[in-house]
Structure formats: C-alpha cells, structure tokens
C-alpha cells in the first residue's frame, strides 16, 4: 500500500508526537436491559457520588493469532446493544494487511467478523465506521485499485450495511486520498442524516513545493452516492496538514479539526511543536469558514525518537481528538479536544474546552498528573455521553519501570472539563507490545514495467503504538465502550469493555431492600460458557483454558460465583478407560487437583454488581496438565453456583 507506506515515512516525526479518531454517538432510545441513568438524575449536579465502573474486559476479535492495529467504533443510535467495530489485521493470505468490521447485537459481548473480497485482494487500510440517522452502518477503508490505464493507485472505499454491520452492500469507490475520517449529522437541522468524509490529498504547488489540502465528501442518500471532495482548507506549500476527527454542532454545522506539520526534512529534524486548527461549515460542507487555532502539541526531539524507536520503544504520540456534547442543559455544544505532549518531559494527556464553539479554547490542563516522572502517557481518545458526562481513555506505562508495558486507563468529568475524577484501569492484564506476534514481518510486492519492488513490514514496526488511533464510542444509555489494541497473549488483538458512571440513590437502595433475601442457588442450564483462545505448551504439559461465564436466562445472578469440578471421567468412554486422559488441575481457588476442583469466579464481574441477562464475565484461565504431552483430550464435568435475590 504505497501512499500509507509513504505518509508514514512523510509523517515519521508527526506521528510519534501526535491523536486517534472516534466519533461518539448517541440518542434517546433506551436499552432493553440496562439504564445507566435513572431519568431524574443529572449527573452534572452530582459530582461527590459519581463513580466510574468497569465490567469485564472482552476479547472482540477472534480470527487468529494475528496482530490487528488502528481500531475505530461506533454505536447505533437507533438500537444501543448495536455496535460496529473496525481494525487493520494482518490476515491477507501473505500475512500483509487488510481491514475487517466487528459487529455486536448484544451491547459488546459478542462480536461477528466480515471481511471483504476486493479488500482480502489488494489490500487495505484506514479503517473508519459509523452509523446513520436511522441506523444504517457505513464502513470505509483505502484500498489499491486499477485506475483506466491499469496503474495501481489508492481509493476510497464506502461500504453500506442495512442489517446492523452483518453484511455489507457493494461499496461506493471514491478518488485517490489519504486518513479519511467519517462523521454523521446526528443533529435535528437542515442537513441531519448528511454523511461526511474528511480527506487529505496533495498536489504540486508552486516552486516545485507540495500542497497538502484537506476535502470533505458529502452525501446525501444515506451514503450511498457521495460529491466532492470541497476544498476545506490548505497547507499552501508551506505546511503539511492532515485531518483528524470531524463533529457536528446541534444546528448541523459542521467542525473540521485538523494539524500541521514540518514536511520537509531539514526542518523536520529541528521542529518542536504542531498546531492543531479547526475551519467550519455552516451549509452542509459547500463552503467553509478561515482557519481558526486551538492549540500547540509538542512533541519529542526526532533525533531521539528515531533512536527511541530503534530500541523498540512503542510509546509516541498521535494526532489531538475531539469531542462535543450535544445533549446535556448545562454543556450544549462544548467541545473538547485531548492530545499527548511532551512538553512536561516525559508525554502527558493534556485537554482543552470550548463554550463558545471553538473561538476561544480554556488553557491546556493534564487529565492525569499524579503519576511517576518516567512513566508515559499515550494514544488518547474522548467522548461525551448523553448526559454530558466526558470520558477520556488512554495506554500509561506507570505499571512497568521497565516501560515494557501498558495498561488502559479512563477517566470522566461531570463539570464539563473543569476537572476529572480518579482514573481507573481498565484493562485486566498488562500488554506487551515487543514480542513475537508483534515483530513478525509480512511481505508485499509492487510491480511496474520496469521492477518490482518488495516491502517487509512488522506490525510492531509500522504500529509500535497500535496504530494511529483507537477507538471509543457512547451508546443511548450513557455506557462508554473503549476499544483498544491489546497486547495480553504477544500479539496485538481488540478488546472491549463497558464503563458506566454511575450514582447510587438512596431510592435505589430503598428498592434493594424489598428484594433483601440472597440465596445461593446452581446457575447450571441458566449460564453457559464462553472460552477464549486456549494455549499449550508441550514441554511443560500446562495448558491455559480461559473461560467465561454467559448468562443465557432472564434474570440477573450476583455474586460470589464458584466453579467446581464434578468429574474428571467421560460417561461416553465407561469400560473404555484406556482412552481416557484425566487432566491435573493446577490453580484450582481450594488447592485440590482433581475432583471437587474449585474456582473462585467472585472478581469475574469486575465492578459490577450482577451477571445481566445476555451478560458475560471477564475470563478466569484454568491451569491444566495434561497426562502426557499427546494427551491433550479430556472431560471436565462442571457445577456452577451463584445467588439471586428474593423479598423476605
């Protein structure tokens, strides 16, 4: 893929120093099963009794041991357990890259993977996903094409889904440009349901310099048929800029963002700091308003990040991220913008807000400041809920001195800005990005009538960060979903989880205590199990099995849950013994190795209080020896216990 090849090169220094793309989006639907909100309560109002709640962390992508980098989501306005995800993963028949959706039905428990034949040919990148006014899923990635003579050329790819993203219509092909960013008019005015695409391109411009200039696409039929691209905004052979993530105001106007950059190297090599400005449309992306700046990001010395990144260092900055409530009384059209920079040393999660629609931004603040002097701070990503609550996410590498791994961190506002509440960790196991998944390279060729040319890439080497930015969206109930690349098993794979901020009313608990009767009862036909990929090492024997707990009833169970081991013997193999493998249970809670076996599931549900309907648990992974290195068939039988709640 030539054109992304040569803008990571262009962009190396920019895009160690620079942030992510997430359009959040929301509505007033509720969901089915879940309301983080009680409908009277303004969180705004209430900041001394918010607290931030992490479930279980959830293994999205399940198509093999392959690394998948630069992660975008979003979440049907229509229906809240609908959400759409997107990443580049490594699994094109050669191992090179080709962009995949992931499409859950269930509020994030439960992914489905699509991926696409013309992509899966030639190739793809950039992956962007949103949905429509009426809950029609749009996917775009850039792919090689074929233009009219037969070269090779990068094109815009539009994909259209009518079936919440489980399958996808033939897709839409626009003009050759790079870091396509796709938003949604989810506003009540004149051009609500219009779809944009912000695009960059370049061109020769005087003097031999090149113009870097930013386009939006619109359309106005449901994505199906896009105009454009409309000139936005230019770098006028003096800057290189590049688009970052679009937001709509509530009377439909449409906020462009974007950041320039030193894009010839000798001034590269001495540059210290971006801009990051904003042009606007107030007509439906037909004409747009001068420049106008929000801020600086500095970033680190290049000569050191290259040596850095040599060295295997995968802490770098990305473009600056926005944000805009639309719906709370208190903060209406604030907008929010969050970066890393490294302006304090080592890089920080800085953010800003505007109350007058970008004219003036408050005085970049650090989201998270009390941590240690070496530790980093990278890859940020913000979103507003629905009742004006703001959330930022982001990797930090305080957990390692080593700085040979990240966790995911979060953190909310309920002042619009003014201040955030404790961060809190969300992911449950540290990532480690250097590793054999990660640096194994992939190969691809380009040909022309003269040679061809072979380009070997790693995903860490290309993505040291896990791409150019992750993802984040809100769904109708107020629940924030993060979506990041996670490097728990070596390789980078996507996770998710939810996170609901959340007040506990003293109404609340006079309900609780009709319902005040716990009772421990056997879960088994009311929950199922779900297991993620399973590892073996033949030379110790130890497999790892990790499995998860599925409420597949009606009704919500709590708390602490067991597991215990019933039978080591499968009823299948009586009078058959000598093909039975009978395992060692290695970790069990209780110590035993065999029969009555148990495991200790009380901390599966992370902060939340019960197993909902359709919910799943984080993974508790089962140590298991197997009897000899080729016995590794075997029969647990399983007995499965919880509590419910009934009035006294």
């Known amino acids: 893929m030539k054109k992304i090849y040569f803008g990571f090169l262009i962009f190396f220094l920019f895009l160690w120093n620079t942030a992510p793309i997430l359009f959040s989006k929301n509505s007033h639907k509720e969901t089915k099963k879940f309301s983080a909100y009680p409908s009277d309560i303004d969180l705004t109002t209430n900041p001394g009794k918010t607290r931030i709640l992490v479930g279980p962390n959830i293994l999205v992508s399940r198509d093999g041991d392959i690394p998948h980098c630069e992660l975008m989501v979003a979440s049907n306005p229509k229906d809240p357990e609908n959400l759409l995800g997107a990443a580049i993963t490594y699994t094109r028949p050669d191992g090179s890259q080709v962009c995949k959706t992931y499409a859950s039905v269930d509020c994030g428990y439960t992914w489905t993977d699509s991926a696409f034949r013309e992509q899966r040919d030639f190739g793809s990148g950039d992956p962007q996903v949103a949905f429509g006014l009426h809950g029609t899923a749009y996917f775009s990635e850039l792919g090689w094409i074929k233009d009219e003579k037969g070269r090779s050329r990068m094109g815009l790819y539009v994909y259209r889904s009518e079936d919440a993203g489980k399958t996808w219509q033939k897709p839409s092909l626009l003009r050759s440009c790079d870091h396509p960013q796709l938003v949604v008019d989810q506003s009540y005015g004149k051009y609500a349901g219009r779809v944009y695409i912000g695009v960059l391109y370049t061109s020769k411009y005087k003097d031999a310099e090149v113009e870097y200039t930013v386009g939006v696409f619109r359309s106005d039929d449901d994505g199906r048929t896009f105009i454009g691209p409309v000139d936005a905004t230019s770098g006028g052979g003096k800057k290189g800029i590049n688009v970052t993530n679009m937001l709509i105001l509530s009377d439909g106007t449409l906020f462009v963002p974007y950041s320039d950059f030193e ?386």
């Open 263 to 648: 894009y010839k190297d000798e001034k590269r090599r001495t540059s210290k700091f971006s801009t990051f400005w904003f042009v606007t449309s107030s007509d439906g992306g037909i004409s747009f308003s001068i420049p106008t700046k929000i801020h600086d990001q500095y970033y680190k010395d290049f000569e050191k990040a290259v040596n850095d990144w040599k060295n295997g260092d995968f802490v770098s900055g990305t473009f600056p991220e926005y944000a805009i409530d639309l719906y709370s009384k208190a903060y209406r059209d604030r907008l929010y913008a969050t970066w890393n920079d490294y302006r304090f040393g080592s890089t920080r999660i800085l953010y800003s807000f505007s109350s007058d629609r970008g004219k003036t931004w408050s005085q970049p603040k650090q989201v998270n400041p009390q941590i240690p002097d070496w530790a980093s701070q990278y890859q940020p990503m913000i979103a507003v809920n629905n009742q004006g609550v703001v959330g930022i996410m982001w990797f930090d590498t305080r957990g390692s001195k080593q700085q040979d791994q990240y966790h995911l961190y979060f953190t909310a506002s309920v002042d619009g800005g003014e201040s955030f509440l404790p961060p809190v960790q969300v992911s449950s196991e540290s990532s480690f990005p250097v590793n054999k998944g990660n640096l194994t390279p992939s190969a691809s060729s380009q040909g022309t009538n003269k040679s061809i040319s072979v380009s070997i890439w790693s995903p860490f080497n290309h993505f040291p960060q896990g791409g150019d930015y992750m993802g984040m969206t809100v769904d109708s109930n107020g629940i924030f979903h993060p979506f990041w690349t996670d490097s728990r098993s070596g390789t980078f794979q996507v996770w998710t989880s939810q996170i609901r901020i959340n007040i506990k009313e003293e109404k609340e608990k006079s309900k609780e205590k009709a319902f005040n009767k716990k009772i421990k009862t056997s879960l088994n036909g009311k929950v199922g199990f779900i297991f993620d990929p399973v590892t073996y090492d033949p030379k110790t024997q130890v497999m790892l099995v990790p499995i998860r707990l599925k409420n597949v009833s009606g009704e919500a169970f709590f708390g602490p849950f067991s597991l215990k081991v019933k039978s080591l013997s499968d009823p299948g193999y009586v009078g058959h013994e000598e093909w039975i493998s009978i395992p060692q249970i290695l970790n069990a809670s209780n110590g035993k190795n065999g029969v009555d076996a148990e495991f200790d599931y009380s901390s599966s549900l992370r902060d939340f209080e019960s197993l909902e309907p359709g919910a799943v648990s984080e993974a508790i992974r089962w140590k298991i020896m197997c009897p000899m290195p080729t016995l590794t068939s075997f029969y647990i039988e399983i007995e499965v216990t919880g509590f419910v709640y009934q009035k006294e």
